[in-house]
């Protein structure tokens, strides 16, 4: 395949040294081009569109705009291309409004480089790639019940029961005092109709409250 119909690749990462290793490792694998790397969104906005890359390997960790936010900015610039969000968050808020903000896919930075270079191709050819441990916080969020009566405090603890910790340990967790976790587990209790450790872990797992 002739340069002009490589992947043309943009590479927003903060880290100088995984930037630098992503644009060599990337750019020797054949049909693959990067174009250009930058250490922040800000820093790449002013010649983004010049640049014109089919896929962008984004960080959202970045000073100044973050990579949530500039994803929707991306999408203005460049309405035709695949963001690949590639970072070291794994949390349910930060992977959702990656992926409504428009991103195509996301990975974790522990995804291996081979993985990395098939992900873009993937998502190149209007596909979703994201690391397992990704995949398995989508599917989870998707199997709750989002009608739960359980405050949003209340589900972390109710979970922490579910996985065997007692009062102590989750408070020492959750950096709260014993007492607050008490009135939690009380009000749990009143909510869910039970008044036993056991009798509320089955009601959550019967009703996919966790």
């Known amino acids: 395949m002739d340069d002009s119909a490589a992947i043309k690749i943009v590479i927003i990462e903060v880290d100088e040294i995984i ?5 060599f490792l990337i750019g020797q694998t054949r049909d ?3 174009i250009n790397t930058y250490p922040s969104f800000d820093e790449a906005t002013k010649t983004l569109v010049i640049d014109d890359p089919d896929v962008i390997l984004l960080d959202i960790e970045l000073p100044g ?28 808020k930060i992977i959702f409004e990656a992926l409504s903000n428009g991103a195509s896919g996301y990975l974790t930075k522990n995804t ?33 019940n989002h009608n739960s009566p359980l405050s949003k405090r209340e589900t972390q603890i109710l979970d922490l029961i579910c996985n065997g910790k007692g009062r102590r340990q989750i408070a020492q967790e959750l950096f709260i005092d014993l007492e607050t976790v ?24 019967n009703n996919k409250l966790v």
């Open 65 to 92: 705009t973050n990579g949530i936010e500039a994803i929707p900015k991306i999408r203005k610039l460049l309405p035709d291309v695949h963001i690949l969000i590639l970072t070291v968050y794994e949390s349910e």
């Open 32 to 34: 693959y081009q990067v």
């Open 19 to 23: 930037r630098t290793n992503y644009a």
């Open 182 to 205: 008490r009135t939690h587990i009380k009000n749990i209790y009143v909510k869910l109709d039970v008044n036993s450790r056991a009798a509320a872990i089955e009601a959550a797992r």
């Open 112 to 144: 291996p480089v081979n993985k990395i270079i098939e992900s873009i191709k993937e998502v190149k050819e209007g596909g979703g790639p994201m690391s397992v441990s990704i995949a398995r916080v989508v599917i989870n969020s998707f199997r709750k």
